[in-house]
C-alpha cells in the first residue's frame, strides 16, 4: 500500500484540480491554486524532486481528475505466458500500455501485443482490474487503474517493437525478472491462476 503522505498529496492535487475546473469567484480560484500547491510541495519534499518537475507532471490535468487506465494483455501458449523485454529498464512486462481515447480496453490490448510483440491476437476475457496503489509498484504521482485482458494467439511471427527488445514465451516457474512498474509477480500469479481454472471470476482491487 502507498504510504498516507502521498495518498494525502495525491487527495489534494486531485480536490484543487476539480475545484480549478469548476469553481468561478477568484478568491476560491486562489486558494484552490495554494491547494495544488502544498500538494505539489509534499511531493517534492518527499522525492527530493524540484517542485517545478512535479507542478509540470500536474499542468497539463484539467477538469475532475480520475484514475489513469493501464491495459496489460494476457496471453499463453502450451502453459507459458508471453512476455516483452522493455526498453525503458531491461526488464520484461505483459504487452501493454496506456488506454488510447477512441478504442476499448480489449482494443488497445489487441494493439499494443501486436506493437510490442509482433503477434496477432483476439481479447476474449477479462481477468482482473486492479488499483495500482494495492500492489507492489513503485509509487506513482497519479491514480492508475490496471486491467489486464486475456487474449488469444492468432497469427503473426514475434518481433521485438519501438519500445522493446526482446519477445518470449515463460513458465511459471522460470519467469524473468519482471518490470514492477508495469506488472508484480502477484499478478502473473492470478494470471496463471486464471489459466488453470477459466472459470475464475475476475479479480479486483
Known amino acids: 500500500m502507498?504510504?498516507?503522505?502521498?495518498?494525502?498529496?495525491?487527495k489534494l492535487q486531485a480536490i484543487s484540480q476539480a475545484g480549478l475546473a469548476y469553481a468561478k469567484d477568484v478568491n476560491d480560484l486562489e486558494r484552490l491554486e495554494l491547494i495544488r500547491n502544498i500538494s505539489v510541495e509534499m511531493l517534492s519534499q518527499q522525492t527530493n524532486v524540484e517542485m517545478s518537475v512535479i507542478k509540470d507532471l500536474?499542468?497539463?490535468e484539467t477538469g475532475y481528475a480520475t484514475p489513469k487506465v493501464d491495459i496489460r494483455a494476457v496471453i499463453f501458449k502450451d502453459e507459458k505466458i508471453l512476455m516483452v523485454k522493455e526498453k525503458s529498464d531491461g526488464n520484461w512486462s505483459l504487452p501493454g500500455g496506456w488506454a488510447d481515447i477512441g478504442l476499448t480496453?480489449?482494443?488497445v490490448a489487441?494493439?499494443?501485443?501486436?506493437?510490442?510483440?509482433g503477434l496477432e491476437?483476439?481479447?476474449s476475457k477479462l481477468l482482473a482490474v486492479f488499483d495500482k496503489k494495492c500492489h507492489a509498484h513503485p509509487y506513482s504521482p497519479y491514480a492508475v487503474y490496471k486491467l489486464f485482458i486475456q487474449c488469444e494467439l492468432i497469427g503473426g511471427q514475434p518481433q521485438a517493437g519501438i519500445e522493446t527488445d526482446a519477445v518470449q514465451?515463460?513458465?511459471?516457474?522460470?519467469l524473468p525478472l519482471l518490470s514492477i512498474t508495469r506488472n508484480t509477480i502477484t499478478q502473473i500469479e492470478i494470471a496463471f491462476k486464471?489459466?488453470?481454472?477459466?472459470?475464475?471470476?475476475?479479480?479486483?482491487?
Open 2 to 10: 502507498e504510504p498516507k503522505w502521498l495518498y494525502w498529496a495525491k
Open 58 to 60: 500536474f499542468a497539463g
Open 105 to 107: 480496453p480489449s482494443e
Open 110 to 117: 489487441v494493439k499494443e501485443v501486436k506493437e510490442e510483440s
Open 121 to 123: 491476437v483476439a481479447s
Open 169 to 174: 514465451f515463460f513458465s511459471k516457474d522460470a
Open 194 to 205: 486464471h489459466l488453470q481454472n477459466p472459470l475464475e471470476p475476475v479479480d479486483f482491487d
